[in-house]
Structures are given as C-alpha cells and as structure tokens.
C-alpha cells in the first residue's frame, strides 16, 4: 500500500523529556512537512523539507527540531525547550511545485 | 503573511440538506485545497482547486482567485459528512500550505 505512515498514534511523555515523533512515506514525494494541531484550532507549519538533506523553520519551529537523511523519511523531535508540547501532529508530502498535499494519521503527543 | 478566514465556524444540519462553506484569503494563491477531518483526525483531501470549479459526487468547490475567495458545496448532507472541514492555500511560489480555521459540521439524522 503506498502512503504516509506516523508512529506512534499515541504518546505519553514527561516533562523535560525531549521526544521523537516517526513520520514514512512511500510515494516517492520529494517534499514533505509537519504540522501542528491543538485543539479547535487549524494545523500550522512547524518544519518543512524539499529535498533531502535540506529543510526549512515553518511559522512556529522554535523547541523543535528535524532531519531528512532519506527521502522517505522525515522525524521531528519535541525537544524540552517547546513550552507547550502537548498536541496533535500530522506529517505530510507531496511532489514537487504545485500540487496535492497528503496527510498520514497523525500523533497524540501528551507531556504529563 | 496571507491570511485566511472561513465561514461558518460551526453548522448543524439535518440529514439531507445541503450546505455552503467559504473560504477567504487575503492574497493571491496558486494553490487551494478542501480537506475534511474525520473523528480520528485524519485529513482527507477533497479538492486541489487554485482556480475553477470541480465536483467530485455530492460535494463540488468553486474558487474565484480574481475574488479571492472558495466555496465547498455539499448536497444531500449524510452523517458521515460531519467533522471539521478547513480550507488551505500556498501563497504564491511559497509551496507551504496555510491553514483557515474550519467550519466544524454536524449532521443530524
């Protein structure tokens, strides 16, 4: 099945802990992004890459960090210096200039 | 940066109506996506739309790039059209999606 995979669906952190959150994908998308949801709120853009080995701060990358060794590969680690981690996050991808974005299932992410 | 409003915020509908969600953005786009959020969260897309009008079964979009502006029709309303339905658009030559605030619906039976 070609898609965009996250793990976990559910996760359970203390603070000061910093956390890594799995984002696959097999669609062969060169550019993928994540995003983050609290809620009744809108998903807003933390990090985003086009390329491998490259990528790029969204509006709110600030305790946050990524890396993009393989293309379909995308982590996102939650570091203690994000003030209010506790969230829903949602990874996606898409091909090169404009074009559809598609979402996996995204992660619960709870700092107790 | 771009700015984007939809409207309503919230809608509650008997099952079988049909409704009307807008969007608004603040400046040109070259891309503009409908997607709806189930229960569980998952984003489904509905509609790839930066111009034109598309229809895809009981739900059709119209955008007015020169107005500014998209419309996500649903006809003949059934309870698992309920969720949150949001309106995201790339800025021109951004490729990075911003996101309204969505119009949460509720279909009654």
């Known amino acids: 099945d070609g898609g965009i995979t996250q793990s976990p669906k559910y996760l359970f952190r203390k603070e000061g802990q910093n956390v890594t959150l799995s984002c696959e994908q097999n669609?062969?998308?060169?550019?993928m992004y994540w995003y983050r949801q609290d809620p009744g709120q809108g998903l807003r853009l933390i990090y985003y890459?086009?390329?491998?080995?490259?990528?790029q701060k969204g509006d709110i990358a600030e305790g946050y960090s990524v890396s993009r060794e393989k293309k379909e590969s995308f982590p996102l680690t939650v570091t203690s210096a994000q003030k209010n981690p506790t969230a829903f996050y949602l990874c996606?991808?898409?091909?090169?200039?404009?074009?559809?974005?598609?979402f996996g299932p995204g992660t619960r992410l709870t700092v107790l | 940066g771009i700015q984007v409003e939809q409207s309503p915020p919230d809608l509650i509908l008997q099952e079988g109506a049909n409704s009307t969600l807008r969007c608004n953005f603040s400046?040109?786009?070259?891309?503009l996506q409908w997607f709806h959020q189930n229960p569980w969260g998952q984003l489904i897309n509905l509609f790839y739309i930066p111009s034109g009008t598309k229809q895809n079964g009981r739900l059709s979009a119209t955008t007015v790039a020169t107005e500014r502006y998209s419309l996500l029709y649903i006809s003949s309303s059934q309870t698992t059209d309920s969720g949150v339905y949001f309106c995201?658009?790339?800025?021109?030559?951004?490729?990075?999606?911003?996101f309204g605030t969505g119009t949460r619906l509720t279909i009654i039976p």
């Open positions: 669609l062969n998308h060169d550019a």
């Open positions: 995201a658009v790339d800025h021109f030559g951004n490729e990075k999606l911003t």
């Open positions: 890459s086009q390329i491998v080995n490259d990528f």
């Open positions: 400046d040109s786009v070259n891309n």
């Open positions: 996606a991808s898409k091909r090169q200039g404009p074009d559809t974005q598609y």
